[in-house]
T-cell receptor
Framework: RKEVEQDPGPFNVPEGATVAFNCTYS??????FFWYRQDCRKEPKLLMS???SGNEDGRFTAQLNRASQYISLLIRDSKLSDSATYLC???????????FGAGTQVVVTP | EAEVAQSPRYKITEKSQAVAFWCDPI?????LYWYRQILGQGPELLVQ????????DSQLPKDRFSAERLKGVDSTLKIQPAELGDSAMYLC???????????FGQGTRLTVV
Protein backbone atom coordinates (compact mmCIF):
# COMPACT_ATOMS: atom_id res chain seq x y z
CA ARG A 1 0.00 0.00 0.00
CA LYS A 2 1.29 3.45 -0.90
CA GLU A 3 1.91 5.87 1.96
CA VAL A 4 -0.16 8.60 0.32
CA GLU A 5 -2.99 7.63 -2.01
CA GLN A 6 -5.08 9.80 -4.27
CA ASP A 7 -7.77 9.16 -6.87
CA PRO A 8 -5.94 9.98 -10.11
CA GLY A 9 -9.10 11.23 -11.84
CA PRO A 10 -9.54 12.98 -14.14
CA PHE A 11 -12.39 14.85 -12.52
CA ASN A 12 -14.20 16.60 -15.36
CA VAL A 13 -15.97 19.59 -13.86
CA PRO A 14 -18.24 22.12 -15.58
CA GLU A 15 -17.21 25.70 -15.04
CA GLY A 16 -18.91 27.06 -11.93
CA ALA A 17 -19.45 23.67 -10.35
CA THR A 18 -18.01 22.27 -7.13
CA VAL A 19 -15.53 19.41 -7.00
CA ALA A 20 -14.09 17.60 -4.03
CA PHE A 21 -11.55 14.83 -3.64
CA ASN A 22 -9.67 13.09 -0.89
CA CYS A 23 -6.24 11.84 -0.07
CA THR A 24 -5.51 9.05 2.40
CA TYR A 25 -2.26 8.56 4.28
CA SER A 26 -1.00 5.50 6.10
CA UNK A 27 1.39 6.90 8.70
CA UNK A 28 -0.62 7.96 11.74
CA UNK A 29 2.40 9.91 13.04
CA UNK A 30 2.26 12.30 10.09
CA UNK A 31 2.50 15.81 11.38
CA UNK A 32 1.51 18.31 8.75
CA PHE A 33 -0.30 18.30 5.47
CA PHE A 34 -0.40 20.36 2.32
CA TRP A 35 -2.11 20.62 -1.03
CA TYR A 36 0.12 21.56 -3.95
CA ARG A 37 -0.98 22.42 -7.45
CA GLN A 38 1.02 21.33 -10.48
CA ASP A 39 0.41 22.53 -14.02
CA CYS A 40 1.51 20.35 -16.92
CA ARG A 41 5.32 20.09 -17.05
CA LYS A 42 5.74 22.75 -14.35
CA GLU A 43 6.98 22.57 -10.79
CA PRO A 44 4.55 22.01 -7.89
CA LYS A 45 3.39 25.13 -6.06
CA LEU A 46 1.75 25.37 -2.67
CA LEU A 47 -2.00 25.79 -2.84
CA MET A 48 -2.65 25.64 0.88
CA SER A 49 -1.59 24.08 4.12
CA UNK A 50 -4.15 21.90 5.89
CA UNK A 51 -4.86 22.63 9.53
CA UNK A 52 -6.55 20.40 12.07
CA SER A 53 -9.56 22.67 12.32
CA GLY A 54 -9.95 22.89 8.57
CA ASN A 55 -9.23 26.01 6.60
CA GLU A 56 -10.49 28.00 3.69
CA ASP A 57 -8.74 30.18 1.15
CA GLY A 58 -11.18 31.85 -1.19
CA ARG A 59 -12.87 29.14 -3.22
CA PHE A 60 -10.70 26.39 -1.75
CA THR A 61 -11.47 24.50 1.46
CA ALA A 62 -9.21 21.88 3.03
CA GLN A 63 -10.15 19.46 5.78
CA LEU A 64 -8.14 17.03 7.88
CA ASN A 65 -9.59 13.92 9.47
CA ARG A 66 -6.89 12.38 11.66
CA ALA A 67 -9.12 9.57 12.93
CA SER A 68 -9.70 8.26 9.41
CA GLN A 69 -6.33 9.49 8.13
CA TYR A 70 -7.44 11.51 5.17
CA ILE A 71 -7.40 15.07 3.96
CA SER A 72 -9.76 16.61 1.47
CA LEU A 73 -9.86 19.51 -0.92
CA LEU A 74 -13.01 21.20 -2.15
CA ILE A 75 -13.08 23.73 -4.96
CA ARG A 76 -16.17 25.90 -5.32
CA ASP A 77 -17.23 27.89 -8.37
CA SER A 78 -14.60 26.17 -10.52
CA LYS A 79 -12.72 28.29 -13.03
CA LEU A 80 -11.07 27.15 -16.24
CA SER A 81 -7.76 28.15 -14.63
CA ASP A 82 -8.31 25.56 -11.87
CA SER A 83 -7.48 22.81 -14.39
CA ALA A 84 -4.36 21.20 -12.99
CA THR A 85 -3.09 18.24 -11.01
CA TYR A 86 -3.55 18.56 -7.25
CA LEU A 87 -0.88 16.86 -5.17
CA CYS A 88 -1.47 15.76 -1.61
CA UNK A 89 1.66 16.14 0.51
CA UNK A 90 2.24 14.67 3.94
CA UNK A 91 5.04 15.61 6.33
CA UNK A 92 5.55 12.14 7.71
CA UNK A 93 8.21 12.53 10.39
CA UNK A 94 10.13 14.90 12.64
CA UNK A 95 12.87 15.26 10.02
CA UNK A 96 10.43 16.86 7.63
CA UNK A 97 10.25 14.11 5.03
CA UNK A 98 7.61 15.18 2.51
CA UNK A 99 5.71 12.34 0.90
CA PHE A 100 3.70 13.09 -2.22
CA GLY A 101 0.64 11.40 -3.61
CA ALA A 102 0.43 10.67 -7.32
CA GLY A 103 -1.95 13.58 -7.83
CA THR A 104 -5.58 14.12 -8.79
CA GLN A 105 -6.20 15.63 -12.19
CA VAL A 106 -8.97 18.20 -12.46
CA VAL A 107 -10.26 19.38 -15.83
CA VAL A 108 -12.67 22.30 -15.80
CA THR A 109 -14.71 22.57 -18.97
CA PRO A 110 -16.63 25.56 -20.38
CA GLU B 1 10.88 37.21 -4.92
CA ALA B 2 13.41 34.61 -3.79
CA GLU B 3 13.31 31.35 -5.66
CA VAL B 4 15.04 28.00 -5.94
CA ALA B 5 17.41 27.97 -8.89
CA GLN B 6 18.12 24.82 -10.87
CA SER B 7 20.30 24.17 -13.88
CA PRO B 8 20.25 23.04 -16.53
CA ARG B 9 16.56 23.24 -17.41
CA TYR B 10 16.87 20.51 -20.01
CA LYS B 11 19.47 17.81 -20.53
CA ILE B 12 19.75 15.14 -23.18
CA THR B 13 22.40 12.53 -22.59
CA GLU B 14 23.32 9.15 -23.96
CA LYS B 15 22.99 6.11 -21.76
CA SER B 16 26.14 5.22 -19.85
CA GLN B 17 27.21 8.87 -19.75
CA ALA B 18 27.52 10.93 -16.58
CA VAL B 19 25.15 13.80 -15.88
CA ALA B 20 24.95 16.37 -13.10
CA PHE B 21 22.28 18.74 -11.89
CA TRP B 22 22.73 21.81 -9.72
CA CYS B 23 20.39 23.44 -7.22
CA ASP B 24 20.68 26.69 -5.28
CA PRO B 25 17.99 26.88 -2.60
CA ILE B 26 16.41 29.99 -1.18
CA UNK B 27 18.85 31.73 1.14
CA UNK B 28 18.48 30.57 4.72
CA UNK B 29 16.64 27.37 3.88
CA UNK B 30 18.35 24.61 5.83
CA UNK B 31 16.33 21.75 4.35
CA LEU B 32 16.92 20.77 0.74
CA TYR B 33 15.24 17.97 -1.19
CA TRP B 34 15.87 16.27 -4.51
CA TYR B 35 12.84 14.62 -6.07
CA ARG B 36 12.39 12.63 -9.27
CA GLN B 37 9.09 12.85 -11.08
CA ILE B 38 8.11 10.55 -13.92
CA LEU B 39 5.33 11.86 -16.15
CA GLY B 40 1.93 11.02 -14.67
CA GLN B 41 3.30 10.22 -11.24
CA GLY B 42 3.91 12.19 -8.07
CA PRO B 43 7.39 13.35 -7.08
CA GLU B 44 9.49 10.64 -5.44
CA LEU B 45 12.03 11.69 -2.81
CA LEU B 46 15.60 10.81 -3.69
CA VAL B 47 17.52 12.60 -0.95
CA GLN B 48 16.92 15.10 1.83
CA UNK B 49 19.57 17.33 3.40
CA UNK B 50 19.50 19.24 6.63
CA UNK B 51 22.28 21.77 6.17
CA UNK B 52 25.17 19.67 4.84
CA UNK B 53 23.98 16.38 6.33
CA UNK B 54 21.95 13.72 4.57
CA UNK B 55 18.88 12.86 6.65
CA UNK B 56 17.20 10.53 4.16
CA ASP B 57 18.62 8.85 1.07
CA SER B 58 16.79 5.56 1.42
CA GLN B 59 15.31 5.82 -2.10
CA LEU B 60 18.49 7.00 -3.80
CA PRO B 61 19.94 4.33 -6.15
CA LYS B 62 23.38 4.62 -4.66
CA ASP B 63 25.07 2.43 -7.24
CA ARG B 64 24.64 5.20 -9.80
CA PHE B 65 23.33 8.30 -8.02
CA SER B 66 25.19 10.60 -5.65
CA ALA B 67 24.26 13.88 -4.01
CA GLU B 68 26.19 16.41 -2.01
CA ARG B 69 25.66 19.71 -0.28
CA LEU B 70 29.17 20.43 0.89
CA LYS B 71 28.74 23.86 2.48
CA GLY B 72 25.12 23.46 3.37
CA VAL B 73 24.03 25.83 0.64
CA ASP B 74 23.86 24.67 -2.98
CA SER B 75 23.66 21.03 -3.97
CA THR B 76 24.62 18.74 -6.83
CA LEU B 77 22.94 15.52 -7.90
CA LYS B 78 24.94 13.21 -10.16
CA ILE B 79 24.05 10.15 -12.16
CA GLN B 80 26.77 7.86 -13.48
CA PRO B 81 26.13 5.96 -15.63
CA ALA B 82 22.77 7.20 -16.87
CA GLU B 83 20.20 4.60 -17.91
CA LEU B 84 17.14 4.94 -20.14
CA GLY B 85 14.88 4.60 -17.10
CA ASP B 86 16.39 7.72 -15.55
CA SER B 87 14.50 9.93 -18.00
CA ALA B 88 12.36 12.13 -15.76
CA MET B 89 12.02 15.57 -14.23
CA TYR B 90 14.45 16.18 -11.37
CA LEU B 91 13.07 18.69 -8.89
CA CYS B 92 14.89 20.49 -6.12
CA UNK B 93 12.98 22.02 -3.22
CA UNK B 94 13.88 23.87 -0.04
CA UNK B 95 12.19 24.98 3.15
CA UNK B 96 13.04 26.63 6.46
CA UNK B 97 11.31 24.27 8.86
CA UNK B 98 9.17 21.20 9.22
CA UNK B 99 5.74 22.77 9.03
CA UNK B 100 6.59 25.42 6.49
CA UNK B 101 6.01 25.53 2.75
CA UNK B 102 8.51 23.81 0.50
CA UNK B 103 9.46 25.86 -2.55
CA PHE B 104 10.37 24.08 -5.76
CA GLY B 105 12.73 25.01 -8.54
CA GLN B 106 11.63 24.73 -12.16
CA GLY B 107 13.29 21.36 -12.44
CA THR B 108 15.69 19.71 -14.84
CA ARG B 109 14.07 17.59 -17.51
CA LEU B 110 16.42 14.72 -18.31
CA THR B 111 16.13 12.59 -21.41
CA VAL B 112 18.42 9.59 -21.73
CA VAL B 113 18.77 8.26 -25.27
Amino acid sequence: RKEVEQDPGPFNVPEGATVAFNCTYSNSASQSFFWYRQDCRKEPKLLMSVYSSGNEDGRFTAQLNRASQYISLLIRDSKLSDSATYLCVVNRDSWGKLQFGAGTQVVVTP
Amino acid sequence: EAEVAQSPRYKITEKSQAVAFWCDPISGHATLYWYRQILGQGPELLVQFQDESVVDDSQLPKDRFSAERLKGVDSTLKIQPAELGDSAMYLCASRTGMNTEAFFGQGTRLTVV
